[in-house]
């Protein structure tokens, strides 16, 4: 229970803006009304704002309109309790752990655009593992920007992480081989490959991607064991736009959304689930390596609709 309690303030916290904004108002609108359709206008209105997405909105206010008409739910009040159950059934259960794999090393693809807070979630990964006992290597293959590998190697000097590294500008797909072959002899259980911060839009880098997945699957049979795409929170329905054709081109099989503590629009994690059915894995809730969490939807929803 002290787990769970610590782990839901954690949530609360970096939920704080989102509850703020979006279910602080909620509350303030709902409070002492009877519900009417005007009233689900308003509801529907703020669940878009707070980047619910509109098809999962849809979802929810035709089954606020369904129970209003039945005579079920009346009060303004009795909508939050309602929210918070619908949104807890929209997840299925699943294990949204890392996948696991027999052989080692398991291997980790690290995708996503400019600016989403890709490297910093590395760090975050490699702090959760390394904890659990297990040993990590790092490989720089965003060759592109000089200084994501300076940034990436002082994530590793932190916390006592090696990292393979090419000349920049050089091939990508070379460092991935290297980094593959390093981990291979070297024994370690995790090998975390970084990549350039690809947009979505743009064909030739995103041909670099799975051309490095080719790389890996030739090294180490079976790799990338898994391939997370880091969404950043603040982006809002963009990310939307990012998750689908990230996962054409890669093959994304879970989201790490970060900075979920910068953003008023929490019901990001709704839309992208509703939209991709990708699962969301961590979430990022601050700037250290120890800001991260698995991704619980029960716990989320309790923390996204506490009461401060």
């Known amino acids: 229970m002290a787990i769970f309690r610590k782990t839901l303030d954690k949530l609360k916290a970096g939920l704080g803006k989102t509850r703020q904004t979006f279910v602080s108002s909620l509350r303030s609108v709902l409070s002492g009304k009877q519900l009417d359709d005007s ?7 703020r669940l878009i704002e707070s980047d619910v997405g509109v ?16 005579g079920t739910l ?34 980790i693809l690290m995708t996503g655009v400019n600016g989403v807070g890709k490297t910093t979630s590395i760090s975050k990964l490699c702090k959760q593992l390394t904890g659990e006992g297990k040993t990590v290597l790092l490989g720089a293959c965003d060759t592109f920007r000089a200084g994501a590998v300076r940034q990436l190697e002082i994530w590793g000097e932190r916390l006592g992480v090696e990292v393979v590294k090419g000349q920049q500008g050089g091939d990508p797909a ?17 090998l975390i490959l970084d990549t350039a911060g690809r947009l979505h839009t743009q064909a030739g880098l995103m ?11 030739k090294q180490i049979p079976g790799g990338p064991h898994e391939t997370l795409l880091v969404l950043d929170a603040t982006s809002g329905q963009n990310a939307l736009r990012q ?8 093959g994304v099989t879970g989201i790490f959304l970060s900075k979920l503590d910068g953003t008023a629009r929490g019901g990001i994690v709704v839309a992208i689930r509703d939209a991709t059915q990708i699962p969301v894995k961590f979430i990022g809730l601050g700037e250290t390596p120890e800001d ?10 309790e923390a996204m609709f506490a009461l401060d």
């Open 39 to 45: 009233l689900i206008a308003e509801i529907e209105k």
């Open 55 to 70: 098809s999962a909105t849809r979802k929810l206010i035709e089954g606020i309109k369904a129970d209003y008409k039945a």
């Open 74 to 107: 009346t009060k303004g009040e009795d909508v939050i309790e309602y929210l918070k159950t619908e949104l807890k059934s929209m997840w299925p259960e699943q294990d949204r752990s890392l996948n696991s794999t027999d052989t080692k090393p398991m291997v």
């Open 174 to 190: 070379a460092v991935a081989f290297d980094a593959c072959s390093a981990a291979v002899a070297r024994g370690v259980d995790v």
């Open 207 to 217: 041909d670099q991607l799975s051309k490095i997945r080719r790389v890996i699957d």
């Open 243 to 250: 998750a689908e054709e990230f996962n054409a081109a890669a």
């Open 292 to 301: 991260v969490e698995l991704f619980d939807p029960e716990r989320f929803v």
